[in-house]
């Protein structure tokens, strides 16, 4: 997907460097197939063709040759080798991988600067947000009727797993990559990353790790749900090898990536950035990086588990081998639940940030704020056992699970007392980023309180595995996330671009995708509270109205995201011109010029007060 | 120094009440226009404690509809241009320790009606409960009653009487649903997971899997009855035995 | 209007002329790698996770004690269907000892000494600042870094394929036990190849001038990773040599 | 831009836009099509019943998954997965069970379910049992509960122990066939699922629901009644 950009100045020659400057995104796809195949040759020959995991081993083999293709290819591996002979980088060569002055090519390239990866990470979003997309409206589509009549169970069954976990993957970088990479190392005061390789690295490794999950469509899909419980996954087939190879190397990219981002704020403020004068939405990016960091790993063992069990024989899933599956779902939900909340922070910090500059109003209680999101990461971590209350896994822990859960309505409920706190009598100004902030809200107390619902054990054995827990975390994640991530996307354009995202088709989008959303989710929670099972191709006339209310509104949001890409895609060369501080913000990111300069600072700018001074004249540079 | 003036909270608190009592008469109706027919002390209680947090629900649910409504009224900026900065407040102790005192409460109490729930319905076992093997197997419900060597696909349950579900699977993890009795526990390969419930109303009820579980998840339920006890052993008696 | 990056400003001469102090680079570096071993910390936590959570549900009783023949990870075709006609006919009863502690021991062991003289070789690098003694120390250090590659490859081969009762009488399979063994296994010899690299790269770069006496802060980041990997060896040997029969 | 740019801007992005996605999702719906439909044959005799024949192979060569088995050669099908019968008919069907078996591990199926009369002829003999540790694999039909009173119908189809004259069928060669017939009336208008409930499918702990089992188009299939 490029985006329309014309050249600025004549792209000059890279100097020497032989081929490792020549290396971008197509010697790395070329590297990643060319090593996929030797891969793929390989395995058949090592391997014994009698045995049941064959095709599981030179699935597995495929995939490791196309990642270490996609790395050598990208030039991953360059700077280690360096180091490893004793030759580094010299000045220019950092310079020239900083993408300096080289035009368009630069997004192509294993680049480190931190506006680049940033807007990578946005371009990623979108595609990762589009291929989901397409999934969705195929499901809507089944789901017309009661029959199985446009897909088979087998096809819909690949299509919910590889919606939901796409879709998780989208959610979890729309945030905190495209801004946590661009912005905040500028509101900090930082010249980039604290290690810029290593964000490049984090950046290209989901991009090859987007590539493999999607890639399971091609190999057979995967019809075992994002969840690939252990018994059930045991019957796919090669689709799961290419999941689990996807997850293994996007969880080590996520947690590099966390490293990098708390490194970088801890270590890399400049003089006067105390931790009370950092922006609301840097603290976000931190409990965010903080909470990945410890989440990830789990989904690595747990992912690692199963290739084992399934190339090499071992048990860590099946019965028979003394192996049990609750293993595999403990693992599994000791990340699933932190990952929501590595979703949910980033987009409710950015939020924070916006509604001061909007109210033209300090954060209200900026320390409770703080304290709200780092407790809420603190729970996160011990109420994983929720989504195993009727598993039959430990009846006993029901009740305390249901405590730590009922407890995160605490932090979320002060989430909404910062937010309507600060817009409280401030001159709020209904700009494009208002507008979706609003959504939010109104969408984030619907999705909350449902929480609670599902929350309460008794209430639970009904709810669970229906329609209505889709409705709730749909409302989370479409209602509230992804409409803060447009918020900050609407907010933070005019830095990336020097242009506004065009108000009237950002306006129009809203209402259609909050609408969508109304019918969508609200005719969901009612099929589920009929008992409409989830994951299920087909179902029984009882439900037939609400899914097809369902579908409708499904087919309105999508109208709404198309609008709102061709809005993104137009305003990013034709938008009406912003200048380099358009909201008249005080956060550090709108003091310096629009383009930004490579290393963002000519004089390292010295802080003295908080941003959310709005009631003295602001210098602007 | 701008100063935006306090605007009269009595819009704020109309709107309030109203969508209070919106909420509130939702949360008594929906419940019951759309949840399935309930038909074991489970079922009710879980009915009960539907409509019990959504009233608990409803207030505080509107107090941040009306907070935003009365910002989008009174504090909207319809000038030109950037807005002028506003009356620069940080803090409100005395909001903050309302807020969190209410939303601790509400938590607690929430927290109380779950964990009493929760052990009513564990405690409930009574002396002699009817023990009902379940089955789950890719797509289909099998029902054995284990007194009487009588397997069939179609659960017969008296009324009146607790019924105890031994719950197992042949093959992946399925997830064993009664939709009308409000109760529900997977089916794991190699391991019996048990629950049980009082059925008190006569009449058909389903049975539903949860758990996704490959092919034809969708297609893998199960029709109940619930039928008075003398004509749940006459049906019983009349069933084929298995060997 | 466009993405690209304005030349920063003439003043610098054409080049921003920043220079970070060795000492900040060096302290973020520090920090950056205490954060990444907090996530190998949870890493290594899961493996010890799985292998006591597979030890306790101990399922069909099967979590070390299968019938079966002892075969190899390579030899499949050791199973040799025509002499049992499918069956398993006379089993015999492998105790999977294959692993025992004192091998288990010897891995960790390696790892410690290694890092040792990793230590050693820091300190006499900040001490007498010769680069040549501390290239053969970290020499040293990688040579038995790649023992303890070797010795975990051996381990790791050496597990018995057991027959698991099913009713496809092909399937060989590792029991939970040997299961969770062999990842904790592979992960200490990950680590150790990780670690053979980094001695290299130390060992090369003191020769190529990159680590002198007074530019030695990268053979504390190792030194610290180093460490870290020994003490994760030992309290995963701990773990696995004194909690092994079943409750 | 102004008010109208934009609007052909919105008009254009939701017009492309909905083409790829109308293009891609018919792409992805079209990846594993139905077979044919098999149609059940109005029997000349009686009046209101229907004949249908079936068949389950040990192997995909018949034929019915592309030519020489398709994909997966090895794994055991049905002959098709896509049955048409009238409505409210007796359907008298018949199968050639030419497959090996074992012992089911659920003796649940070992029994017949929801046949006119509760028995079957197994090469003409009647039974209404079938003994657990002799079948092949079962033919198992059941719709959706919550759409009414709705069809169950469960037979099992006997171990076929090979015969000495083979039978050569397109292009496989199989013993001679184990002839199951049963028969069953149909209510009114719908779409009912039928799979085999027997582990005949390959699978990774030998549990045999994988593979064929857990495949569309194998071991398991739709009965529309219209």
Redesign the interface.
Known sequence: MTTTLEPTESVTQPRGGGLARRQNFGTAVAGGVIFAFLGWLLARKLFYTGSDNFSDQVAVMTCVGWMIGFWIGIGAFNAPFKWLLGNDNSRDDDLYYAGHNQGRARYWKYTTDHKVVGVQYIIVTMGLLGVGGILAMAIRTELITPG?HFVN??VY?SFIAIHGMVMILALIVAVAGPWGNFVMPIMIGARDMAFPRLNALSLWSLVSAATLLVGTLAVGGL???W?V????A??AGVGMDFFAMAIVVFTVSTTVASVNLITTVISMRTKGMTLDRLPIFVWGTVVTAALALYAFPFFFIAEANQILDRTVSTSFYV??GGG???LQANLFWLMGHPEVYVILIPAVAALFEISTVM????????R?AVGAMVSLAGLSAVVWAHHMF???WA?SL??PF??TT??I??PT??F??VL??T????????RLPTVWM?GF??NF??GG?TG??L?????D??L???MFVTAHFHYIFVGSVLFGAIAALAYWFPKVTGRYLNEFLGRISFWLVFIGIQITFGAMF?SG???M????????LAFEHTNFISTIGAYIIMIGMLILFGAIVTSWRHGEPSGPNP??ANSLEWLVPTPVPLENFDVMPVVTEDP????KEIVSS | ??T?E??SLTGFFWAWGIITAVGVVLSIW??QR???EAMSN??H??MT??IL?SIC?AP??AG??A??L???RN???RGEG????????????K??VT??TA??I??VF??V???G??AS??SNTSSNPLVVDV?G????W?F?YPGSHV?S?ELYLPENREVEFR?T?????H?F?V?NM?????A????I???HTTPDKLGVF?V????????????M???GYVVTPQKFTSWLAAQ?Q?? | MSLDTAPPSEMHGGTPAHHEAPEVVDARQRLGLWLFIGADVVTVGALLFTYLYLRGVD??GHWNSLLGYRGSLHSYEYWDNAANNGTLKNPTLIYPGWLSSGMQWLVSALTVVSAGVIWQAEKTLRATKNAKSFSSMAIFAMILALVGVVVSAVLLSDIPQVFVAANDSLTMSYTAYDSAMMAIVGSTLGHLVILAFLGLGLAIRSVRGAITGDRWFQARLVRIFWVWVAVSSIVSTLITTTITSVH | MDRSKSLGVALASVLIGGGVLAVAGFALASSTPHQTALHCVESSTAAHTCNLQLSTFPDSLEGVHGKNGGPHPDWVTYSNDNIVVPANTTIDVTIDQYDTGGSL????FD?V?GTIGGNYTVNGKTY??WN?NDVGHTF?L?????NG??L?V?VPLPYNHGSKFPVKIGVGVYPKPVVVQFSFKTGGKAVY?W?C?F?CGGSREG?G?GEA????GYM?GTMTVE
């Open positions: 199985t169970q087998q069954n019809p075992v749900g969840v419980l252990g018994t059930v045991d019957q019965a028979t049990t599956s609750w109210a033209r109003k300090p954060l209200f209680s900026y409770t009727t598993s039959g009846p029901g009740g249901m405590v009922e407890l309505s605490i409920g002060i909404f007392l309507i706190g817009l409280w009598r401030g001159s709020v100004w209904m609003f809200i109104f107390l619907i309180v609670i619902y929350s309460d054990v008794p209430l054995e009904q669970h595995g229906t009612l509270l009929k008992g099972p989830r994951r299920d191709a087909s179902y029984s909201w008249h959310y001074h709005f009631d | 120094m701008a935006s306090k605007k929906l419940p759309y949840m399935p489970d079922a209680l879980t404690t539907m947090f629900a505080v649910a941040v509809y907070g935003a009365h910002i989008l504090y909207r900026y950037v807005p002028p900065a506003a009356e620069q407040i940080r803090e409100h102790t909001l903050l807020w969190l939303s601790a509400l938590t929430v927290l009606w779950g964990l729930a929760l319905e564990n089955t197997q890719q797509w289909i099998s054995s397997q696909n719950v699977s042949e093959d992946v993890t997830g649903w939709v409000g109760v529900q526990v997977d794991n390969p190699g391991t997971t048990t629950i389903e539903r899997c949860e758990q996704f579980c490959g092919l034809n998840h969708a297609f339920d199960a029709v084929p298995q060997s | 399922t069909s | 591990n659920n003796p649940f029994r379910y209404s049992h657990a198992t059941r719709g959706i509960p919550g009173k709705t169950f469960s699922e799979n409930e582990p549990q629901f089992m857990s495949s569309f398991s």
